[in-house]
């Protein structure tokens, strides 16, 4: 007798399907991820359930039962889908696939569960529970997938070989569950992967780019690059971030090794925020600095410039990996061209008008940017990374006076162009600008303050030193 797992059936949507399934001589189990995570304890909105033949019918009867409206079908995969409450219910019917080696393609054929269970990609999403009322609730485990569970093993049913060159993108799929489960990859399927690394450029840059941010989004995404590293699938598609990777030596100097410093403050990070696109900010932050490496025999190392040329970068990379090229990529671009400026703040004196610029810059973004560069403090002289983080919290203080005294950070000039013109009597030219430039540094600067009244009476200064003549009001 194996394990019955009826007491977490008790979802209405179960006890349904269970009776219809019965009722009509049915064949149909629950399957894979939801399985999965029942066994873990995480919980799971998404259901899958295959049907033995075709799954429309229980899908229609289901639906029907449970008063659901909108059922959508996709007649061609054989496959219905509604959502019930929270949860997304989506019904299949069970396939056998077979693989040519000329096609990227699967022939498709009805199968027994035993052929669907074989086509998933590992023992533990190979797991399905009966659902029909004799035997409710059983769990049918033909690869081991509960010991894998168990032992925190990811694993496939059959060759990892053909696995993996039948379907690449189950290379990254096998790192992203390691690393949000935080599971070992079986030392064979890990080999397949580097083996067949390469055939990972024939899946798109999207449905990688899905499980690249499942990795970036779990607890510790620094163990996803590592295996994606070391098992060169990273090199597919992200060359940039490879040629972090090693230090160079000369003169008995050598600087750090980019790519585990990188991983480091994305782990960092990590820990204060789950924004996708900060934890983005954090593996781009550096990613310049191969190519603005220099070697100095007075200085040793440097990276000039490496902050605004990353920044550069980064359109181009979010383009060419199919991410988003609205203001999300622009947030990313511009924590990356900041990201020394708070850090230059820590080690200099810190001066308000330097504060002020900061937050000018950064705007909205300053608790990020403050954020990303906390994260990005990381030596392995403790009492270094001590006394950088005390400053650093003496420049979070200044930001705050700073901020409440100027509120600068969204600056909107306290004198408009109209103004301006109005004043001296001006058409549109680049006196205009030229005034209204001079304003907005002053009050940067420290010299007037962020008011209308002071840059009214800066304007007129300004005024008489060019020899522009104040119109009077009539
Ligand atoms: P999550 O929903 O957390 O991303 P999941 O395991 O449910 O994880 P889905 O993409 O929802 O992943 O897929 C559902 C199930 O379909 C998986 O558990 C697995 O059994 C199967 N599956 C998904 N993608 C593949 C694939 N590329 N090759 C083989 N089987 C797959
Ligand atoms: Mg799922």
């Known amino acids: 007798m194996g394990t019955n797992l009826k007491k977490h059936l008790k979802h209405p949507v179960f006890k349904v399907a269970s009776q219809i399934v019965s009722e009509q001589g049915l064949e149909a189990y629950v399957v894979g991820g939801f399985v999965r995570d029942l066994m873990l304890g995480r919980p799971s909105k998404d259901i899958d359930i295959v049907v033995v033949g075709n799954g429309l019918e229980l899908a229609k009867a289901c639906a029907e039962k449970l008063r659901v409206k909108k059922v959508s079908f996709f007649d061609h995969f054989g496959t219905a889908h509604f959502i019930y409450k929270d949860l997304d219910i989506e019904f299949v019917?069970?396939?056998?696939?077979?693989?040519?080696?000329?096609?990227?393609?699967?022939?498709?054929?009805?199968?027994?569960?035993?052929?669907?269970?074989?086509?998933?990609?590992?023992?533990?999403?190979?797991?399905?529970?009966?659902?029909?009322?004799?035997?409710?609730?059983?769990?049918?485990?033909?690869?081991?997938?509960?010991?894998?569970?168990?032992?925190?093993?990811?694993?496939?049913?059959?060759?990892?070989?053909?696995?993996?060159?039948?379907?690449?993108?189950?290379?990254?799929?096998?790192?992203?569950?390691?690393?949000?489960?935080?599971?070992?990859?079986?030392?064979?399927?890990?080999?397949?992967?580097?083996?067949?690394?390469?055939?990972?450029?024939?899946?798109?840059?999207?449905?990688?780019?899905?499980?690249?941010?499942?990795?970036?989004?779990?607890?510790?995404?620094?163990?996803?690059?590592?295996?994606?590293?070391?098992?060169?699938?990273?090199?597919?598609?992200?060359?940039?971030?490879?040629?972090?990777?090693?230090?160079?030596?000369i003169n008995g100097k050598s600087h750090k090794d980019n790519f585990h410093h990188t991983l480091e403050v994305l782990d960092n990070i990590c820990e204060v925020t789950d924004n996708l696109w900060l934890r983005w900010s954090a593996i781009l932050h550096d990613i310049a600095k191969p190519n603005t490496k220099r070697f100095d025999d007075k200085v040793g190392w440097t990276f000039h410039g490496h902050e605004e040329l990353g920044a550069r970068m980064v359109p181009k990379i979010f383009k060419r990996?199919?991410?988003?090229?609205?203001?999300?990529?622009?947030?990313?671009?511009?924590?990356?061209?900041?990201?020394?400026?708070?850090?230059?703040?820590?080690?200099?004196?810190?001066?308000?008008?330097?504060?002020?610029?900061?937050?000018?810059?950064?705007?909205?973004?300053?608790?990020?940017?403050?954020?990303?560069?906390?994260?990005?403090?990381?030596?392995?002289?403790?009492?270094?990374?001590?006394?950088?983080?005390?400053?650093?919290?003496?420049?979070?203080?200044?930001?705050?006076?700073?901020?409440?005294?100027?509120?600068?950070?969204?600056?909107?000039?306290?004198?408009?162009?109209?103004?301006?013109?109005?004043?001296?009597?001006?058409?549109?030219?680049?006196?205009?600008?030229?005034?209204?430039?001079k304003i907005k540094e002053a009050i940067l600067e420290g010299e007037i303050e962020n008011n209308r009244d002071q840059a009214f009476n800066f304007m007129l200064e300004l005024g008489k030193e060019l020899g522009l003549i104040v119109k009077l009001k009539a």
């Open 321 to 437: 990996l199919r991410l988003p090229l609205d203001n999300k990529m622009k947030y990313v671009q511009k924590l990356v061209r900041l990201h020394l400026r708070p850090i230059a703040l820590v080690k200099g004196n810190v001066t308000d008008s330097a504060v002020r610029r900061l937050l000018f810059e950064a705007g909205d973004d300053i608790e990020d940017l403050m954020k990303l560069c906390n994260a990005d403090i990381t030596s392995k002289n403790e009492f270094r990374v001590k006394r950088y983080k005390k400053n650093f919290e003496e420049v979070e203080r200044k930001l705050k006076t700073v901020e409440e005294k100027d509120r600068l950070r969204n600056f909107q000039p306290p004198i408009s162009g109209k103004e301006v013109m109005d004043t001296f009597n001006l058409e549109p030219c680049h006196t205009v600008g030229m005034i209204k430039n």
């Open 93 to 249: 019917g069970s396939r056998k696939e077979s693989y040519n080696e000329h096609s990227r393609n699967p022939k498709i054929s009805t199968g027994t569960l035993k052929d669907d269970q074989e086509r998933r990609d590992f023992t533990i999403n190979a797991l399905a529970i009966d659902l029909r009322q004799e035997n409710f609730g059983e769990l049918l485990d033909p690869f081991e997938g509960i010991g894998d569970l168990e032992k925190g093993i990811i694993r496939t049913p059959l060759d990892p070989e053909k696995t993996f060159s039948d379907d690449p993108l189950r290379m990254m799929r096998a790192i992203r569950f390691a690393t949000q489960l935080n599971f070992k990859i079986e030392i064979d399927c890990l080999n397949s992967i580097a083996n067949n690394a390469q055939r990972l450029n024939i899946i798109s840059k999207e449905r990688i780019m899905t499980e690249l941010n499942k990795i970036i989004l779990s607890d510790q995404p620094s163990r996803g690059f590592k295996l994606l590293m070391s098992t060169k699938l990273l090199h597919q598609f992200f060359p940039e971030l490879v040629k972090l990777y090693g230090i160079e030596k």
